[in-house]
């Protein structure tokens, strides 16, 4: 089974610090994707990486995929109190033909003004 | 807004009742999704319709089911509700029937509370 896991689960911090998220898998996926859900919406997708050390920026958060395609990082640099949310890894792939899609275990952010 | 609507955005109802959950993907989406989010077991992918057609099966139960109509909209079902039932019911669309994009447009969900 593939699983996507996410770590910090939960992080605290005081605006204009910096911090990095995780998504870690034993399998390798064909791309990888990065939401942001805030209470009472659904996810929103903030990224796409498809190539193995592919390294994309949003305004102030960088997303690098893996060389081998398990894993990727999303870094926010000067996070705002606007960037709260929970923050979900997904990752696109097949297994014995079939497509699987799956999300990760999720981190939910919480920056203070 | 994601152009993927869902009704009703909250509902409320007891043990062993069925209810009926419904879903327009974006204009142009032929591929809905339905996801289903509770706090313990994050984000859950049960079902993939395709243009009419049944794409992929996630961990649905039995006592779930869902269909595709022709104008792509879609419905997903859920009988003999149990309190383990509440949680949030996501629908999302994506253009393609794959999921190698893995580009999906999610809708704000129905909360479902089972008393």
């Known amino acids: 089974t593939q699983l996507l896991e996410q770590s910090p689960q939960f992080l605290s911090i005081q605006e204009g610090e910096n911090l990095t998220v995780y998504c870690n898998s034993s399998s390798v996926f064909s791309s990888l994707q990065w939401y942001r859900q805030e209470p009472g919406e659904g996810p929103v997708l903030l990224v796409t990486?498809?190539?193995?050390?592919e390294v994309k920026k949003l305004k102030r958060l960088t997303f690098q995929f893996g060389d081998a395609r398990k894993d990727s990082s999303l870094h926010i640099t000067a996070a705002q109190p606007g960037d709260t949310g929970l923050y979900l890894c997904a990752g696109a792939g097949t297994t014995s033909g079939t497509y699987k899609y799956i999300f990760g275990t999720g981190t939910r952010l919480k920056v203070l003004a | 807004d994601s152009g993927v609507t869902q009704t009703p955005k909250h509902l409320i109802t007891a043990t062993g009742q069925r209810v009926t959950l419904r879903c327009s993907p974006r204009?142009?989406?032929?591929?809905v999704y339905w996801y289903q989010q509770s706090l313990d077991q994050g984000l859950q992918f049960l079902i993939q319709y395709y243009n009419g057609e049944e794409r992929a099966k996630g961990n649905i139960l039995e006592r779930f089911s869902a269909q595709q109509f022709p104008d792509l909209h879609s419905e997903l079902n859920l009988s003999s509700l149990e309190l383990g039932d509440s949680a949030l019911y996501f629908c999302a669309s994506s253009v393609v029937a794959g999921w190698d994009t893995g580009e999906l447009f999610f809708g704000e969900g129905s909360r479902l509370t089972v008393l």
């Open positions: 990486v498809v190539t193995g050390g």
């Open positions: 204009s142009g989406d032929l591929s």
